[in-house]
């Protein structure tokens, strides 16, 4: 489910419906039965916290609802509930071995030095529910992988869910192989006074991309690091890249040193959390091709490939072929790419050391 809702279904109260997992269990059995001699990888819902918060709360995406916080607290339980029947039929019913996920918002937090309290700040920040914002890690996962809501999240949240939602838990608690998570950006933290944590402001002039989002390249260490740690699950980094300003130039070559940087950056901060333990299986570019990007239409360009909407032509940016280096390198194109960011330097805030690194004195 990647949010296109069928219209009829919507006039019968969509997610709001109690009858909507089920709905959302026969047409994963339609799928299933038409695909799964082929697909043997399957995710069940994509980015709920997004088409939940944006479509059902602040009206910004379909179908543009600005529901109170009660009904958005029911909307994600049924979601989760038919992830949950989604898993089961595809396990029932898939004539390949499935491997078996889904794919929410990582919600990253990282510390704002290599202090020890700062680390311990952002990984409390990482797993607590707010009651400034709906897009907690724990109330949309531990459900799904722990089956059981989050204490924290009960105390703010549970007079909004269904009658009977204990029960629910073991129909949404399903057997999962991989856990793929969206991080595109993250929010630098430290510890307060009184056990508090506060969050830093950016700077005036911090790199951003078209979207206006921060470039926060060690969010792709702390969070999978985070959520490992939490829920044990073998991490696919599903969604992360950058919208930027791309044209065909005059030369007919689209160039985008800042998806380079961008892509570089993060990657070797992946690279770190696998070195440090983290199991990652998948790393997935978003995206292939410059695409309809909901709401926003067509004026954020995140592809590889350029496309011109009018006449569909594609043109390989640079970073398509840089990427293709890195690809068919096995990663190690990215030892040499001259692109080793040093935005994040000269921004005011970076990716710290952790407390336990020393420099290589090999210079590895």
Request: glycine share 8%.
């Amino acid at each position: 489910f990647h949010w296109d809702y069928p219209l009829c279904l919507h006039h019968r109260g969509g997610w709001s419906n109690p009858s909507s997992p089920n709905w959302f269990e026969e047409f994963t059995g339609v799928v299933v039965d038409r695909l799964s001699d082929r697909v043997s990888k399957w995710l069940t819902i994509n980015e709920p916290q997004v088409f939940i918060n944006l479509g059902f709360g602040e009206g910004v995406h379909a179908p543009g609802l600005k529901l109170p916080m009660s009904d958005r607290v029911l909307i994600a339980h049924r979601v989760m509930q038919a992830h949950g029947l989604s898993a089961r039929k595809i396990r029932e019913r898939a004539r390949t071995t499935p491997q078996i996920g889904w794919a929410p918002v990582g919600t990253a937090f990282m510390p704002a030095t290599d202090r020890e309290e700062d680390i311990e700040a952002a990984r409390i920040a990482t797993n607590t529910c707010s009651p400034d914002s709906f897009w907690s890690n724990t109330w949309f996962n531990d459900p799904v992988f722990l089956g059981s809501y989050p204490e924290d999240g009960l105390k703010l949240y549970a007079q909004h869910l269904p009658s009977g939602w204990e029960r629910d838990l073991a129909q949404i608690h399903q057997p999962m192989d991989l856990f793929g998570v969206n991080i595109y950006r993250g929010t630098f933290v430290r510890a307060g006074a009184g056990g508090t944590i506060e969050s830093l402001p950016v700077p005036s002039g911090y790199p951003r991309t078209a979207f206006s989002w921060e470039i926060t390249p060690s969010c792709l260490y702390w969070a999978p690091k985070f959520l490992y740690e939490r829920y044990h699950r073998p991490i696919m980094i599903t969604e992360n890249g950058i919208a930027n300003r791309d044209w065909v130039m005059s030369d007919g070559k689209v160039r985008d040193p800042q998806r380079v940087d961008y892509t570089a950056a993060h990657l070797r901060e992946l690279a770190r959390a696998i070195d440090d333990g983290v199991r990652v299986d998948a790393y997935f570019h978003w995206s292939l091709l410059d695409n309809f990007e909901w709401a926003e239409g067509y004026d954020q360009r995140f592809g590889l490939v350029h496309v011109d909407f009018d006449t569909q032509k594609r043109t390989l940016k640079d970073a398509a072929t840089w990427y293709a280096d890195v690809v068919a390198s096995h990663g190690a194109a990215l030892d040499t790419s001259p692109h080793a960011s040093a935005t994040l330097a000269h921004a005011g805030l970076g990716a710290p050391r952790r407390a336990s690194e020393s420099p290589d004195p090999a210079g590895h």
